[in-house]
């Protein structure tokens, strides 16, 4: 079958997919690959880039012959007969495009099927339309491949991947000669040839195509050099594209009308200069980047490029050789500064020749004129910063060329001033070059509307101002050379400047001051240029104002006043030169930029009492000058206004000057200012610049408030003036001026409406706006006050005013223009002005009703007790009771006692025949119609359905008032008190204590028929409708805050209401006929208001302890179904169980299409609870689409949308009696979206009222109601209901969403579950683990369940549980992130349940015993059943494979900020039970682990806002703990650690300035936030400690990456740990205490004496290293005296306030063992320093003195300690008192801890009084003994725990210090040599070098704790031989049997059974050993 190819219109189809693939599918590998296969196929298409297909004589053969054979079409299965016409028209489209006749059927095909997009034109104008709109988007899906290469210039930001798949291709596309194509296509490309060739062929349409198919075709052509431009920007082009390039350029002689360049020859211009740019030599890669780079890498690149550029052959355009030339000059200046350029040395040295011939043929003037002055050169980033870094390296690199074209144009100057001084003019062919550059300067900069700010590198700032204290005051930034050099510019080129370049240079300082710092520096410049000393610069403040001034004055003395003057400044100009003009704009113009960009500036310029600025600016423009002279003083003062301060000073000063006249005159000339001129002056001219500048400044004035006292005193104040003006003779006039350009009139158009538009929107509707208020006059009495502009404006809109018929004219002409298609002056400024139009008739619009309603008020009366009258009282009583100031007195009038004996009353009672009224309409007995309307006020309704309405709309009435302030309607008809609080109201039945019967009688008498029959009340099915309304007012009253009491009480004590109506929940309804007549919809939401109240209900009654109601209640929702389908309710609330069994009725819930997953309680039926769930479907079937003959969808939708109005519920439907005139079809269509919608929000009540319902029982009711197995058993059966439900395909997100916060709820309370199975204090002892005599541990475990078989149900639940939530979180991996936010947190419940319990929750004293190690590695029971549910858990997360892994890696790294801590902490739980490491694996793989890691980075600045005293939110801290969090967990395992040190995440953390930011004194904040040392400690740096502690950990002390790493940060941070280590606590503070320890800690392990050798990687930092870690060494060693456990630390922690921590523990034992880990990391550090010696070596860290172990009281230690420098070491005489206290204190602290196991073994037999004491001063006495018991035991639990500790702390602390004390006794004892009296160390260290050493002898480090070995023979220590004898007699007395016995029995009883064995018996035989030898008592 031959088929047509769809060679020409599919492009576009393909071409989309590819741009939509590139940019949105970056991250896809399957999207990639997708995209790979796609460019496979059509690169052809590429190749053969917009080559058409041939014609074909057979081809046309067969078209011509398909009218009677037809055509073979691709998707149908018989030929196509074409029509005649069809056969013509597409041979004409072939002969059109020169297209082959296939392809030319095809198009006009596809243009027959995109008729209908294109109303309006025939399939073949559509088919031209598509042949040029496929050609564009084939380039345009070239140019994004192109755009995604990797390159030099830009990045997109796409994966590696994809970056490397598109420059593969397209290398592929430029090696098959994509260049010489693109070229040769635009070569041939004439715009203007294609379009008279389309209109000869009649192949245009209206204006509409015509412009479609123009911009089309001029797209084409500008994509295929944009391609190019591309192309060349990323990667040069080669030499023979290069060459081409210029080749074409050479012939390129497009202009514009203007002069400029083609946007297309700009961009060919622009690859041609990125081909033979150098700048990227500069960059630091250079030599990397020099390989690709054709002009380096090939040698006859430069040289051909030469010769092609400096071709005989005549250039068609002259400045683009001079723009070519002059790019090339500069790269042979670049290229003879680099080195590895051979054989081109000869070239470079012509640059300034090339140079000299690109002046010559004027490019700065093409420049100027011919590129950068184009439409489009500033909106092209490249663009701009390509020229910009030609102009600033040829100021750079040729600063003597640019001299010398300044000496040229000061010689050009000299020569026109003194033809100027002769009277002659300046003679042609003058040389300009110098104020070319300085134009083109201006104009390359003067806009910047991407922001780019590149004019900053010509300004330097100023020199820092330094402090007394030598501390810079401003900033520190030093410029860099080539910054330097442009400012030098900038400064000279304006000294002795000579006229005729003073214009062009306040040009080029109005072009640079472009952005807020530009303008700054040049504020600065002009300041210091001022502030010279000697004569005072031309270019200088000070000369700007003062020439300014003399302007003034000498022409304010030439004219008349300023305020009657008539404008005749043609006779009074003599005073001022045009040239003299022409600078003063340029002057002007420069502080008008000034002032717009920098308010400094700004506020300093009108401040300065010597220029007055603003009065010589408004002087002036009195002033007889040139109307565009006056237009940039209005300018300028409008830039000035932009301060408000400065802008109320100007509006008094505009009414001084008079410019607008406001005041009437006393002359009896005519009046002048701007009225004479805009009429008289500009309107002869057809200019208006004064005018448009006056507009500009009105605008810029009206942006801050008017003043209040406006020209009060002289006249009316006000606006008033200024706006009749604005409106009279500019707005109204604006139309009927002539304009030389046709522009301005729209421009003048655009700036009165934004002034009326601002007006106009500020303005707030008063009633004082309409009330005429009189002001005095000086000198004319009394005048009526001016409005406020906003409303006079809105008087003009609201009548049939010339303004507002303007204000119409201008839309329609806007219409009627834009219809026309086509470009003409002023076009932007029409469609903004009909914009403005637009918006002020909405603003009008929206702010009418406020401004009608103000004018005058109505009251509405009604009497008529009729039926139909009746139904109109009440809606018009509903709708005056909206208001919340009418119902008071409403309320007021109906029950005055005096109202019921008046007359208007009629002498009657009329409060209680009121709401006798409202009662008798409530409790009539009409049936409801449910399809009866709102509206039945027609003559063919009923009266039963005028009274149903009546009925609702009395509860529309009291839902309405129910909320508003006491006392409304709501509690009038209710029958709550009106004069007391409505709380205080005492609810009885009718006739009890002289009741009247109210309407909530009425109300509760509705829902209570039919309660005793099987079905449940009657009004369900009789009157739905009202039933609903009922139920909702209920609710309503319940919820109430003060009606909320009473109610209940009434409903709880008089009704039985809610325990009645609970048991036919879910509600039933009795046969099929009235069951289909009643909506299900209005049966749900029935329901859900019972539900939520019946919430509401079981709140109250907990918190109220009424547990008899609660538990009621509970037992009646949590009881099966067959429990109650065995009784009948009687009508006192029981059951009568005699009742036969009811039949199986039908109910419109049917519970079993769902099954239940979960455990029934008792019984085999569904619970209640379950049941009113299983009523809710969570499928909702969407309406079909209407299918339509003759009617537009898009238009029957639109019809449709404007008739939707929302109802009284909120819920947006439509009005179906707008669209009853309509087709059936339609009104059936909208019926079914209208019960879709209610059915959804029905649906959504029902569930939100499940939902209160299962939390308030959750949450409120006392747990012992529903507890243990039974509360676990409900939540998992709720649970796998709820995600069975949300687990279908077909479940909508309306539905599916709400249900993530239940589910959250239930699995928080699933783990609360789990958590709080705690034994009763009678089991204490069976729980407890005990040691047994024989060694043995019997341990009971307590764990999910009571058995092994509960456990396993119980596991397997949780899994089906997990495995919903995960697939549920899967799902809505695209929904809103609150639904993942609470999916993660139900997921993160779930897997805590697999986590052991803490032992304050689980009791459990198998981890506190004795027994250490082998007990617990023997334990068995709760831990295993831990470890086999996290196994089982981790195994189905697996499961679920990459995807999962990838959303929750996605969420934790982007994402709201709650999503993204809850996804992380999920990523935490999940870690810690990958034994496998499967997600490890993942992070790592996929770069998730070093996105986290240079996070850290980017976040440094949002932490260091969070250390201000009142910072942001704190998200940034949360966020940063929930990072270091999950690292931490990551450095918890060795490949975790491995993969942290990989990811270089310490090396990031130490390049963080945060922590440099710690403050010195802790400043509290009050309230929530802490303070900011506590944030800085607790949540940046207590973290980061941690994750350091994890790393080393893992990997041990000997792994040095690690602690290269950790040592790194800790030394670029030196600064903050050395001011932790040497921070002086004059009291003992918890946090400081935690600080310091976590500090010790890593420093201990991270920095050992002599290693830093081993850590460094560069050799010239090692000193410095060196001496950090050495400086670290020494303050760790100084807290040794501090914290050794003398008697004042101890005092100090005995002072220490005792409070509650975080934790539960007292401050108090939380200092306490902060201290200890102190004392234990700096012992351990000790130990190591010396033990990491090597064994011929001796470390030496303490002297040979025992005077603190000899001071009896210890006394003398802490005066040691105050006065001891860290200089010296410290005696060994610590470690003895060390030794002491520790032993004493571990003695002490094992018997108390014997004592606590004892009493807390036997706590039931313990007595009150000790119970008492133990519970810590709580309040017991109304606790009972088993309450007392359970608090006893958790602090007996909580002190063991702390006991623990501090032994585990002693142990190690006394370890350790023995260790110290056997290796100096040692040494001091056996090997040291004692200096000799009178020696020297000098002498020492001489014998050292003439004396051998043996093998035995021993050397010793240094004394100094510096950290850097210094090995000196054994007699350099310094110690003499008295030191050593003292040392050997204190010994024996220190150092005695006492403390070894002491020793020796912590080490039986403790030590032994948890670390070495024997260890310290070892060290006590040595050092006894030691004593027994070498000391005195040996002697």
């Not at 639109?1198 to 109802?1207: G, K, N, T, Y």
């Amino acid at each position: 079958m031959l088929k047509l190819k769809r060679l020409v219109c599919g492009a576009r189809t393909r071409s989309c997919s590819t741009q939509w693939r590139l940019h949105c599918s970056t991250n896809s590998p399957k999207a990639i690959q997708d995209l790979e296969v796609a460019l496979r196929r059509h690169k052809p298409d590429f190749i053969s880039l917009l080559q058409k297909p041939a014609k074909n004589a057979t081809h046309r053969e067969e078209v011509l012959k398909a009218d009677s054979v037809g055509l073979p079409i691709e998707g149908q299965q018989v030929t196509q007969i074409l029509a005649k016409s069809f056969i013509e028209e597409a041979l004409i489209i072939s002969d059109l495009f020169d297209l082959n006749e296939y392809a030319a059927v095809e198009l006009l095909l596809a243009g027959e099927n995109q008729q209908p997009y294109f109303p309006g034109l025939s399939r073949g104008l559509v088919a031209v339309v598509l042949y040029y709109d496929g050609r564009a988007s084939l380039v345009n899906a070239l140019r994004t491949l192109i755009q995604a290469r990797n390159g030099r210039t830009w990045s997109l930001a796409l994966s590696e991947d994809l970056v490397a798949l598109a420059t593969k291709f397209t290398n592929q596309l430029v090696d098959a000669g994509l260049t010489a194509k693109i070229l040769d296509l635009i070569s041939g490309m004439d715009v203007t040839v294609e379009i008279s060739r389309l209109e000869k062929e009649r192949a245009l349409g209206n204006a509409r195509h015509r412009k479609q198919v123009i911009e089309k075709v001029r797209e084409v052509k500008q994509s295929l050099a944009d391609c190019l431009f591309c192309l060349a920007c990323q990667s040069p082009l080669a030499k023979v594209d290069i060459l081409r390039l210029i080749g074409h350029l050479r012939g390129d002689s497009s202009v514009t009308a203007a002069g400029t360049m083609e946007d297309v020859s700009i961009a060919l211009l622009m690859a041609a200069l990125y081909c033979i740019d150098s700048q990227s030599l500069e960059e630091e890669d250079s030599e990397e980047l020099a390989q690709n780079l054709p002009m380096l890498s090939d040698p006859m690149f430069i040289p051909e490029v030469h010769r092609a550029i400096f071709s005989p052959q005549k250039w068609q355009n002259p400045g683009l050789k001079a723009v070519v030339r002059f790019a090339w000059s500069l790269t042979l200046r670049a290229l003879s500064q680099y080195p590895n350029v051979p054989d081109v040395s000869d070239m470079c040295e012509l640059d300034e020749t090339i140079m000299d011939m690109a002046i010559e043929e004027n490019v700065f003037e093409f420049l100027h004129s011919a590129v950068v002055a184009t439409d489009t050169f500033h909106r092209e980033e490249f663009y701009l910063r390509r020229v910009h870094g030609l102009v600033t390296d040829f100021l750079v690199n040729m600063p003597l060329k640019v001299k010398e074209l300044r000496n040229q144009g000061d010689e050009t100057a000299r020569i026109i001033m003194a033809n100027q001084h002769e009277g002659l003019e300046a003679p042609a062919g003058l040389k300009r070059d110098f104020e070319h550059l300085l134009r083109l300067v201006n104009q390359l900069y003067d806009k910047d509307p991407l922001k780019l700010e590149l004019a900053l590198e010509y300004w330097c700032p100023p020199e820092p101002l330094s402090a007394p204290g030598g501390r810079a005051t401003v900033y520190n930034y030093r410029p860099n050379q080539r910054q330097v050099s442009l400012h030098k510019f900038v400064r000279l080129a304006g000294d002795l400047l000579p006229p005729p370049l003073y214009i062009p240079y306040i040009s080029m300082l109005s072009g640079l001051a472009s952005s807020q710092q530009c303008a700054h520096h040049c504020f600065n410049l002009l300041k210091m240029n001022g502030m010279a000393g000697g004569q005072v610069s031309t270019v200088s403040w000070d000369h700007f104002f003062v020439s300014l001034n003399h302007y003034y004055m000498s022409l304010r003395q030439e004219v008349p006043p300023a305020g009657d003057m008539t404008h005749l400044y043609r006779h009074y100009t003599k005073g001022i030169t045009p040239q003299e003009v022409d600078g003063l704009a340029a002057v002007l113009t420069l502080i008008c930029r000034i002032a717009e960009q920098d308010e400094t500036a700004r506020v300093a310029l009108c401040e300065n009492q010597q220029w007055l600025i603003l009065v010589v600016l408004l002087g002036l423009v009195s002033c007889s000058v040139p109307a565009q002279l006056k237009a940039d003083l209005l300018l300028t003062l409008a830039a000035l206004a932009k301060t408000p301060e400065i802008a109320a000073n100007l509006w008094h000063s505009l009414e001084v000057a008079q410019l607008i006249p406001t005041v009437p005159s006393t002359s009896i000339r005519q009046p002048g200012g701007m009225q004479i001129e805009v009429d008289e002056v500009e309107a002869r001219n057809e200019e208006f610049p004064m005018t448009r500048a006056f507009l500009q400044l009105m605008d810029t004035l009206t942006d801050s408030p008017i003043p209040a006292g406006l020209g009060v005193g002289l006249r009316a104040p006000g606006f008033q003036p200024y706006l009749e003006f604005l409106r009279e003779h500019i707005f109204l006039k604006f139309n009927t001026r002539e304009y030389k350009d046709k522009g301005e009139k729209w421009e003048v158009c655009c700036g009165v409406l934004g002034v009326f538009y601002k007006l106009l929107q500020q303005h707030e509707t008063t009633p004082e706006d309409f009330l005429e208020q009189r002001v005095e006059v000086h000198g004319e009495g009394s005048a009526l006050a001016n409005k406020p502009p906003g409303h006079v404006l809105m008087m003009h809109m609201l009548n049939n005013t010339p303004t507002l018929q303007m204000i119409l004219y201008i839309i329609d002409e806007a219409t009627r223009q834009l219809d026309r298609y086509v470009t003409f002056p002023g076009k932007e400024h029409l469609e903004k002005s009909a914009l403005l139009c637009i918006k002020l008739v909405e603003m009008t619009l929206a702010k009418q009703e406020g401004f009608l309603i103000a004018l005058e008020s109505k009251y509405i009366m009604y009497n008529n007790w009729l039926p139909e009258h009746a139904l109109v009282a009440v809606r018009i009583l509903h709708a005056v009771c909206q208001s919340t100031l009418v119902q008071p007195k409403i309320v007021s009038i109906l029950t005055d006692d005096e109202a019921s004996t008046s007359s208007l009353c009629g002498g009657s009672r009329l409060c209680p025949d009121l709401l006798h009224g409202f009662v008798e309409c409530l409790e009539c007995e009409d049936p409801e119609d449910v399809e009866a309307e709102d509206d039945l006020l027609d003559e063919d309704v009923t009266v039963s359905q005028v009274r149903s309405a009546t009925r609702q709309n009395i509860l529309y009435l009291l839902l309405a008032s129910v909320d508003l302030p006491a006392p409304n309607m709501a509690h009038f008809l209710l029958g709550y008190e009106l004069h007391k609080p409505v709380s205080k109201t005492n609810l009885q039945d009718p006739g009890i204590l002289d009741s009247l019967r109210t309407c909530l009688h009425s109300l509760l008498c509705i829902l209570g028929k039919g309660l005793e029959s099987r079905h449940g009340p009657s009004c369900l099915y009789q009157t739905p409708r009202l039933a609903q309304l009922t139920y909702h007012m209920i609710y309503k009253l319940c919820a109430n805050p003060d009606a909320s009491s009473p109610t209940l009480r009434y409903l709880r004590t008089a009704q039985d209401f809610l325990y009645r109506q609970l048991q036919h929940i879910p509600f039933q309804l009795p046969d099929s006929a009235e069951r289909n007549s009643v909506n299900e919809n209005v049966v749900l939401s029935q329901q859900s208001w019972l539900l939520k109240t019946v919430a509401i209900e079981l709140h109250i009654t907990s918190v109220n302890r009424q547990r008899s109601h609660t538990q009621r209640l509970l037992n009646l929702l949590l009881e099966s179904s067959t429990g109650l389908s065995q009784k009948v309710l009687l009508t006192d609330g029981t059951f009568d169980v005699d009742y036969p069994q009811y039949d199986n009725d039908y109910t419109l819930f049917d519970s079993t299409t769902i099954p239940s997953l979960g455990f029934s309680a008792g019984g085999q039926g569904r619970r209640k609870l379950l049941g009113v769930l299983d009523s809710i479907d969570f499928v909702q079937n969407y309406p079909p689409s209407m299918e339509l003959k003759f009617f537009k969808q898009s238009a029957m939708e639109q019809v449709i949308a404007s008739c939707e109005q929302r109802d009284e519920t909120g819920i947006q439907l439509c009005n179906v009696k707008l669209l009853y005139q309509e087709i059936q079809s339609i009104c059936g269509n909208v019926v079914e979206r209208n019960s879709f919608r209610e059915s959804i929000f029905c649906k959504r009540q029902a569930f939100e009222a499940w939902r209160q319902l299962v939390e308030i029982i959750l949450t409120a009711c006392p747990e012992d109601l529903l507890h243990g197995e039974s509360r676990q058993n409900m939540l998992f059966e709720i649970l796998q209901d709820l995600l069975l439900k949300v687990s279908k395909e077909d479940a909508i997100p309306e539905l599916t969403a709400p249900a993530a916060g239940v589910i959250l709820t239930l699995m928080a309370n699933l783990r609360h579950c789990f958590l709080s199975i705690q034994p009763t204090p009678s089991q204490c002892v069976s729980q407890y683990s005990l040691q047994q005599p024989d060694g043995s541990t019997v341990s009971q475990s307590s764990g999910f369940g009571q058995s092994s078989s509960g456990r396993m149900i119980f596991a397997s639940s949780l899994q089906v549980v997990l495995k919903g939530l995960i697939e549920h979180l899967m799902r809505s991996s695209s929904g809103p992130q609150r639904v993942r936010a609470n999916l993660y947190g139900a997921l993160l419940y779930c897997l805590h349940i697999a986590c052991k319990p803490p032992v304050d929750e689980s009791v459990n004293l198998a981890d506190l015993d004795d027994e250490g190690i082998d007990a617990r590695l023997g334990a068995t029971g709760t831990q295993s059943e831990f470890e086999r549910l996290k196994q089982d858990n981790i195994d189905t997360i697996v499961s679920y494979g990459d995807n999962f892994m990838g959303l929750v890696c996605r969420d934790a790294c982007d994402g709201h900020d709650v999503g993204r801590m809850l996804a992380l902490a999920s990523l935490d739980v999940i870690m810690s039970i990958d034994k496998r490491h499967h997600w490890l694996a993942y992070l790592t793989s996929k770069g998730y682990l070093d996105h986290l890691a240079e996070d850290l980075l980017q976040n440094d600045l949002q932490l260091q806002s969070m250390l201000h005293e009142h910072p942001a939110p704190l998200r940034a801290l949360y966020m940063f703990e929930s990072k270091m969090s999950l690292l931490t967990r990551l450095a918890g395992t060795a490949p975790g650690a491995r993969a942290l040190l990989q990811s270089r995440v310490m090396a990031t953390l130490a390049e963080c300035n945060v922590f440099h930011l710690r403050p010195e004194t802790d400043r509290s904040v009050e309230g929530f936030v802490p303070s900011v040392l506590s944030r800085y400690r607790q949540q940046i740096l207590f973290p980061v400690l941690r994750l350091c502690l994890s790393l080393l950990t893992s990997m041990g002390s000997e792994n040095w990456q690690a602690r290269r790493q950790i040592l790194r940060f800790v030394v670029s941070h030196i600064d903050v740990f050395s001011a932790i280590l040497c921070e002086r606590h004059t009291s003992l503070d918890l946090e400081a205490m935690q600080e310091l320890a976590l500090v010790t800690a890593v420093i201990g392990q991270a920095g050992v004496e002599g290693d830093s050798q081993n850590l460094l990687i560069e050799e010239e930092i090692a000193v410095e290293f060196k001496g950090h870690v050495a400086r670290l060494h020494r303050e760790m060693i100084a807290l040794l005296p501090k914290y050794c456990l003398s008697e004042k630390l101890q005092k100090q922690l005995r002072n220490v306030t005792v409070s509650s921590g975080p934790d539960g523990r007292n401050t108090q034992t939380n200092i306490q063992l902060a201290v200890e880990e102190v004392t234990a990391n700096v012992i351990a550090f000790c130990r190591t320093n010396i033990s990491s010696c090597s064994s011929q070596f001796f470390r030496i860290l303490f002297r040979p003195c025992l005077v603190e172990a000899m001071s009896r009281d210890f006394q003398q230690l802490d005066e040691y300690k105050g006065s001891h420098s860290t200089a010296r070491p410290h005696n060994l005489g610590v470690i003895v008192c060390m030794l002491v206290k520790c032993a004493e204190k571990f003695l002490v602290l094992y018997d108390s801890d014997k004592q606590n196991r004892r009493k807390l073994q036997n706590i039931i037999n313990l007595t009150s009084e000790e119970l008492k004491e133990l519970c810590g001063g709580q309040m017991t006495e109304k606790m009972s003994s088993q309450q007392r018991q359970k608090i006893a035991s958790y602090h007996l639990l909580q002190t063991i725990r702390n006991t623990m500790k501090e032994l585990q702390f002693y142990s190690y602390i006394l370890e350790n210090s023995l260790y110290i004390l056997w290796h100096h006794l040692d040494f001091y004892l056996l090997h040291c040599v004692p200096v000799e009296p009178g020696s020297t160390l000098f002498r020492a260290h001489m014998k050292k070098q003439h004396h051998m050493r043996s093998l035995q002898d021993y050397s010793v480090a240094n004394f100094s704790t510096s950290g850097i070995e210094d090995d000196v023979s054994t007699g350099t220590t310094g110690v003499t031989r008295d030191e050593l004898e003292q040392l050997k007699q204190d010994a024996v007395v220190c150092v005695n049997e006492s403390l070894f016995k002491k020793l020796q029995q912590i080490e039986q009883c403790y030590t032994c059974k948890r670390t070495r064995y024997d260890f310290v018996e070892a060290l006590i035989r040595r050092i006894r050993r030691l004593l027994k030898l070498h000391t005195t008592a040996a002697s």
